[in-house]
C-alpha cells in the first residue's frame, strides 16, 4: 500500500510543478503577443524556465514508480502489504518536499543569474541601479543556495529524520 501511495504522491508533485509552469505563462504571454516580432533571448530564457517545472514534472510522472521504490524500502506491492505508517507518509513527504526545494531553488537560480546579465548589458543610465541589483542578486543567490542545499538534505536525510521521529515517538514508551 505504501508504494502505491507513494506513487500518488509523486504524480501529484508532478501535477502541481505542472501548474506552476502554467501560472509562470501568465507573465510571458502579455510580452510574446505584443512585444517585438521575433522572440529575443529574453523570452528563450522565460520559455527555459518555465520549461524546467514541466521537465521535472514528467520525470516524476514518468519514474513514479522507480522514485516510490527508493523513497519507500521493502516490497510493498502485493495485497497483503501493510498500511501505511506515519513513518512512511514522513519519508514520503520529505522526499517530495525536498525534491521541490530543489527544483524551485535551480529555476530561482537560473532566473537571478540571467537577470545578473541583463542589469549588466543595460545603458548608463542605470548605472545608480547596478549596484543595488548587485546586491539584491548576492542576497538571491544565497537564498537559492540554501534552499537547493536544504532540498538535498531533506531528500537524502528522510531516513535519518524518519528514524528520529521513531525514537521521539516511542520516547518514554515500554515497548517490551
Known amino acids: 500500500m505504501g508504494l502505491q501511495i507513494s506513487i500518488v504522491i509523486c504524480r ?3 501535477v502541481l510543478l505542472w501548474v506552476l509552469a502554467l501560472t509562470q ?16 533571448w529574453g523570452e528563450l530564457v ?8 514541466v521537465v521535472v514534472g514528467i520525470v516524476l510522472w514518468v519514474f513514479a514508480e522507480q522514485i516510490a521504490s527508493a523513497i519507500v524500502a521493502g516490497d510493498q506491492t502485493s495485497d497483503a502489504a501493510p498500511s501505511l505508517s506515519d513513518v512512511d507518509i514522513l519519508r514520503i513527504g520529505t522526499a517530495l518536499i525536498g525534491v ?21 548589458d543595460m545603458g548608463a543610465e542605470f548605472e545608480p541601479f ?5 546586491a539584491r542578486n548576492m542576497g538571491r543567490r ?14 537524502f536525510g528522510r531516513e535519518r529524520l524518519a ?10 514508551v515500554d515497548t517490551g
Open 163 to 172: 528514524n528520529i521521529y521513531s525514537k521521539a515517538k516511542r520516547a518514554g
Open 46 to 53: 522565460f520559455i527555459a524556465i518555465a520549461a524546467a517545472p
Open 12 to 14: 501529484v508533485g508532478a
Open 142 to 155: 544565497a537564498a537559492n543556495l540554501a534552499e537547493i542545499v536544504i532540498g538535498v538534505a531533506l531528500f
Open 100 to 120: 521541490y526545494l530543489v527544483a524551485g531553488g535551480i529555476v530561482a537560480a537560473v532566473s537571478t543569474e540571467v537577470s545578473a546579465m541583463a542589469m549588466s
Open 25 to 40: 505563462l501568465g507573465y510571458a504571454i502579455p510580452g510574446m503577443l505584443y512585444g517585438p516580432s521575433t522572440p529575443g
Open 130 to 134: 547596478k549596484d543595488e541589483n548587485a
